[in-house]
């Protein structure tokens, strides 16, 4: 069956600290991979995505992620976290027909960051 | 360009009242998502249309949930009786086309059910 999986449901990290946010797939078929990110009220925006190539994806607002295949991982990573990136961050992988057709998504984890 | 519109943003009703939700997608997206996400928990997919046909209703509690897409453009989701256990935030999306394109969302209904 397909699913994801996000470890954490509650993270806090001061301002200026690395953030790395944890996410592992099941999906039998090549995985199209994100993550998103939801502000308080907000609906989802899309921050990063993996279709296939480089497994290091760069995203928007200083975000990256890398694809690991051997471990079913698509982790996602900040070198510096800003005050403003306190919200919730979900995992997502695409499923069905020919690239995607649907998305389905994590529990979320969500980042709480200390000034 | 505009994004996914839905109303209302919020709605308080009691139970085994009914409640009707509205979603303009991105003009000419053909394929149209209806999420529903309970706090604490990722959206949950209730029901996928592609242009005025419904592709996927597998999770939707067809016992009390309906939903349409007249004309292939926007999309109305009704809840009728409804429980306390459908207090959520209901996501509509909106997909251009097969492939890869992005999902784009809108900002949601957040539903309270007293």
């Known amino acids: 069956a397909q699913s994801v999986t996000q470890p954490d449901i509650h993270i806090t990290v001061s301002e200026g600290a690395s953030l790395e946010l944890r996410c592992n797939y099941s999906y039998g078929a090549t995985p199209y991979l994100f993550w998103y990110v939801q502000s308080p009220g907000q609906g989802l925006q899309l921050l990063l995505k993996?279709?296939?190539?480089?497994?290091l994806v760069q995203g928007i607002k200083g975000f990256e992620a890398e694809f690991k295949r051997s471990q079913s991982s698509f982790n996602l990573r900040k070198p510096s976290v800003h005050w403003s990136d306190a919200a919730e961050y979900f995992c997502a992988v695409g499923v069905g027909g020919s690239g995607y057709n649907k998305l389905i998504f994590g529990a979320g984890t969500r980042l709480a960051v200390h000034p | 360009e505009a994004g996914v519109a839905q109303s209302p943003r919020y709605k308080i009703i009691e139970k085994r009242q009914s409640v009707a939700f509205w979603c303009n997608p991105i003009?000419?997206?053909?394929?149209l998502y209806w999420y529903q996400q309970i706090l604490g928990q990722g959206p949950k997919l209730l029901i996928q249309?592609?242009?005025?046909?419904?592709?996927?209703d597998s999770q939707l509690p067809k016992d009390r949930f309906s939903a349409e897409r007249l004309k292939g453009v926007d999309s109305t989701l009704k809840i009728q009786p409804a429980k306390l256990e459908d207090s959520a935030v209901y996501l509509c999306a909106s997909k251009g086309g097969a492939g890869t394109g992005e999902l784009f969302f809108g900002e949601g209904s957040r539903l309270t059910v007293l």
């Open positions: 003009s000419g997206h053909a394929t």
């Open positions: 249309f592609q242009n005025n046909g419904v592709v996927d």
């Open positions: 993996y279709f296939s190539g480089d497994t």
